[in-house]
């Protein structure tokens, strides 16, 4: 890249700093320092700021940079992300949203842990949350990673590690310093910048074929070296059952695992009713929607205009696919208008990076916080000394996350967030729908459901195709993989369900059935609700 798309993007990333910076002060100085201030910032937010919030926690550089780098690498298989993403919302419209709003305060864990024994419960469910959230962390940072490489020419490793290590910095100190109050307003800022940014290149694509879709179709068939088996199902997925056996799992982890990520559940508690969280995730339908639509058009368009080898020859995994589409369609490198839309659009995938980090690593530090430190201390425990626990975890999240992120730094991004969503559906959508709607559920059941489906999720991860035996796995010199599929979802989730059952079955407490009505009365009804 020339020094002036690197100027200008630099201008526009170090901006966007310092307005989120400039929040999380301004924040920190009003705070007051309680947990519910710190976890849902004292649940003042308006449906529409928190439908806002949502859709950019949600949309994430998975979404932005890794779903239209795999559409432009695999055509029709590309899209399967695009419609999980977004057909997981309906189940949490439907079976979540309301329900969590009433029996939680903060965590997953308080909605299971309003009917069982605390202690056990909340070890499980926030060992589990932890999980999840450093495995989506490291997707964010290799995003980052990929994003300043091509801006910085593409090939220093340097500038990368550097920048996963800048981005871990960065997303502690907005939570510790502004909880989820800076963290909101952040992610409602680069909703805006976000789809703006992609609306800004669906229509210049689409004026590129004269809003021909068609001929933006063949185009990328033609464009990709695969012709009409680019749009059609299989490029990716329908080599051999493998694949296809791949394909289920990952569709099915997509759907059910919106349900169970930490991040997104500790949303609902922003807001002051259920009737608010159910009309937050309705505004935020509406902004994903769009934007996963908006995704299948620029995935195809980086096919089109680029060709499909231009995409993989500068990354691999085809992360940098829209900042060149953006580079392209603005006049060609050089250019006047090719530098202003490659800077535009990479400071608004770094913005989106950087919000998505700060909402997770919220969510994980007070899942360590709230679920793990005061149960181990629960006589002791005090609200400020909670919130202090917290902020010291997202230190140490960060350090997690930076160190994974530099290993994992050559895998697709869409992909790693298909693993979180894997452990996320396999280990807290069980426990979560169990407790909500299962009269007999017991302690021994809920840790059982948590445990029976996160240790064999990251097990089957370990031993699959990701880790070792590949050119493109983690180790690539090294073959233990015993497990045939990249993701774990088809095997673990059912395991985890299967778990929680077996552990009710053979549990010799007695279910208590008055909690479970008082659970059920303030689920539905609202009533006793914090």
Same mark, same amino acid.
């Given at each position: ?44 937010? /308006?449906?529409? =700021? ?9 949309? /994430? ?36 949203? =309301? ?162 990520? &930490? ?8 807001? &002051? ?24 058009? @620029? ?10 080898? =231009? ?156 880790? /070792? ?18 993701? &774990? ?23 208590? =059935? ?9 689920? @539905? ?6």
């Amino acid at each position: 890249m020339s020094g002036d798309h690197q100027t200008l993007a630099l201008l526009l990333f170090s901006a966007f700093i310092a307005v989120t910076l400039g929040i999380t002060t301004w924040v920190s100085r009003n705070r007051h320092g309680s947990a519910e201030e710190f976890y849902a910032g004292g649940r003042l937010f /308006s449906p529409l =700021e928190n439908g806002f919030a949502i859709a950019g926690d949600y949309m /994430s550089a998975a979404s932005f940079l890794g779903i239209s780098g795999l559409i432009a690498l695999y055509g029709y298989d590309g899209m399967l992300y695009s419609v999980g993403f977004l057909v997981a919302w309906l189940v949490v419209l439907l079976l979540v949203a =309301e329900l969590v709003r009433n029996c939680g305060r903060f965590t997953l864990a308080d909605v299971v842990a309003s009917r069982m024994s605390e202690r056990p419960v909340r070890i499980a469910t926030g060992t589990s949350s932890v999980t999840v959230s450093v495995l989506y962390l490291v997707a964010q940072m290799v995003g980052a990673g990929s994003l300043v490489a091509l801006l910085l020419g593409g090939t220093s490793e340097a500038a990368r590690s550097w920048t996963v290590i800048g981005v871990g910095a960065l997303m502690v100190i907005y939570v510790s310093l502004g909880g989820m109050r800076a963290t909101t307003w952040i992610q409602i800022v680069k909703a805006v910048l976000l789809m703006a940014g992609a609306i800004a290149m669906t229509v210049l694509v689409l004026a590129r074929f004269h809003g021909d879709v068609n001929q933006l179709l063949y185009s990328a068939a033609e464009r990709s070296g695969h012709g009409k088996d680019f749009l059609s199902p299989g490029l990716k997925y329908g080599g051999d059952w493998t694949a296809r056996f791949d394909f289920m799992s990952l569709g099915l982890a997509l759907v059910l695992g919106t349900a169970g990520l &930490p991040h997104i559940l500790s949303r609902f508690y922003t807001v &002051p009713t259920a009737r608010a969280a159910r009309r937050s995730v309705v505004w935020s339908i509406g902004l994903i929607g769009s934007f996963y639509l908006m995704t299948i058009v @620029l995935g195809f368009g980086a096919a089109a205009v680029l060709g499909s080898d =231009e995409v993989r020859k500068s990354n691999a995994a085809g992360n940098t696919a829209v900042p060149l589409l953006a580079l392209d369609l603005g006049g060609g490198a050089g250019s006047t208008g090719g530098t202003v839309l490659f800077a535009v659009v990479a400071a608004v995938a770094f913005a989106t990076i950087l919000a998505v980090v700060a909402g997770i690593t919220l969510a994980s530090s007070a899942s360590v916080a709230h679920d793990l430190y005061a149960s181990l201390k629960r006589r002791h425990a005090k609200q400020h000394s909670e919130v202090a626990v917290a902020r010291v975890a997202a230190a140490g999240i960060g350090v997690a996350a930076i160190a994974l992120g530099l290993l994992a730094r050559d895998l697709n991004v869409a992909f790693l967030v298909g693993l979180a969503f894997a452990v996320a559906a396999s280990a807290n959508l069980p426990v979560l729908l169990y407790s909500l709607f299962w009269r007999n559920f017991t302690t021994r059941g809920a840790v059982w459901a948590v445990y029976g489906g996160l240790i064999p999720a990251m097990l089957l991860v370990v031993l699959s195709p990701v880790v /070792s035996g590949s050119p493109e796995a983690l180790f690539p010199g090294v073959d233990f993989r015993v497990f045939p599929l990249q993701n &774990p979802g088809l095997v673990s989730i059912p395991l985890g369900f299967l778990a929680g059952w077996i552990g009710t079955a053979t549990s010799t407490e007695p279910p208590d =059935e008055a909690k479970h009505a008082e659970t059920e009365v303030r689920a @539905l009804t609202g009533a006793g609700a914090v």
